[in-house]
């Protein structure tokens, strides 16, 4: 009996055992679950504070998205405007080009008028050189018969002074001319100066009688040591000046050991004819602005010749035979003085063409 309880216990023992067990393992089993579901929380704390900063870090994002938004409307706006200033620039753009196709149409116009007006006043210019050209002949005509006498004693002030008888008793004198000659009218030049004899001109009645007396001159006076004492032909202003022009080009034909010859307006050099073109005068709208005009003088060699026409000093040209027309270039008419009697720079006392 006892032994029989004795195994009966142990059987229970037995099971009780498994039954532990069982229930232990079931336990682990369970701890298991909750330990992995304590992890996943803790994965979720995790999870939820990152949630957290991400919607910290969106809630900036939109704060910054709502700033650019505003900053592109603004700027839609500022394209808008800016748009709207693009148009109106636009359209005045073409209205200012509208503006200056007008305005260069009219100057097209204008310059068409202004040239034909050009041509017209070249026309008028050329018609009126050729009227004073035709001027200055006739009153170069008028002064053939006259002499200029240089060095002739003057009378005291408010003496009678009988200048033809002077002058006659000049001519058989100092010039060697025996013959008696007939004037039309003998007088003195300009106004009286203190210290100061004026020149004599005499307007003769025969044109021979004038050329004797002038060529006797040119034979009585050289080496005549008073430079004062002389005989010089008159020539219109104009006519003084181009001669003035002429001279230095004159002296170098000579000291070269050419014929040379100025006669009137013109030089001649071994059969070559040497002129002043045209002058311009200063007002003159077509004429060229030149502050230092220079004499140009075209020599057969194609070489040029400056000249500066206030100091009437010239670098030598070199001259050779040439059978056609040299002109010396330009010059313009500054107003110089002038008139009856010597020219400025034309050298005084002795008669045209004889050694100076």
Same mark, same amino acid.
């Given at each position: ?20 067990? #069982?229930?232990?393992?079931? $336990?682990?089993?369970?701890?298991? $679950?909750?330990?992995? #579901? ?5 994965? +979720? ?5 990152? +949630? ?8 900036? #994002? ?69 009227? $004073? ?40 004198? $100092? ?86 010859? +100025? ?94």
């Amino acid at each position: 009996m006892f032994r029989k309880c004795f195994v009966l216990t142990g059987m229970a023992q037995d099971k009780y055992s498994k039954y532990n067990r #069982v229930i232990i393992h079931r $336990k682990s089993i369970v701890l298991s $679950k909750k330990w992995t #579901v304590f992890e996943r929380l803790g994965a +979720l704390t995790h999870i939820e504070q990152r +949630l957290g900063q991400f919607e910290s870090s969106l809630k900036s #994002v939109n704060t910054e998205v709502s700033g650019l938004k505003k900053k592109i409307d603004e700027f839609e706006s500022s394209a808008s405007f800016t748009s709207e200033k693009l148009d109106e620039i636009s359209k005045n753009s073409k209205d200012f080009s509208d503006r200056i196709q007008k305005i260069s149409k009219g100057t097209e116009s204008i310059r068409s008028e202004n040239i034909a007006l050009k041509a017209n006043i070249r026309g008028l210019k050329e018609e009126m050189e050729n009227v $004073k050209e035709r001027q200055i002949e006739l009153q170069a005509r008028s002064m053939r018969e006259n002499l200029i006498f240089h060095g002739i004693d003057e009378s005291a002030e408010g003496e009678v002074e009988d200048c033809e008888e002077k002058l006659k008793h000049f001519i058989q004198d $100092k010039l060697q001319v025996t013959k008696t000659m007939e004037f039309h009218r003998v007088h003195r030049l300009g106004k009286r100066q203190p210290g100061k004899t004026r020149g004599m001109i005499a307007k003769f009645v025969n044109y021979k009688d004038r050329e004797l007396v002038r060529r006797s001159a040119f034979t009585a006076l050289r080496g005549n040591e008073d430079r004062n004492i002389g005989v010089n032909e008159q020539f219109p202003r104009e006519i003084n000046e181009r001669r003035k022009r002429l001279w230095p080009h004159y002296k170098s034909a000579k000291s070269q050991g050419k014929r040379a010859h +100025l006669a009137y307006d013109k030089l001649y050099v071994d059969g070559t004819l040497f002129r002043i073109e045209p002058e311009i005068s200063a007002d003159d709208p077509l004429a060229q602005d030149q502050e230092d005009e220079m004499d140009v003088i075209v020599a057969p060699d194609e070489q040029n010749v400056h000249v500066n026409s206030s100091r009437l000093s010239a670098t030598a040209p070199v001259f050779s035979p040439r059978n056609d027309t040299v002109y010396i270039g330009q010059n313009v008419n500054r107003g110089s003085r002038g008139g009856r009697g010597r020219g400025r720079g034309q050298p005084r006392g002795r008669v045209a063409g004889r050694r100076r």
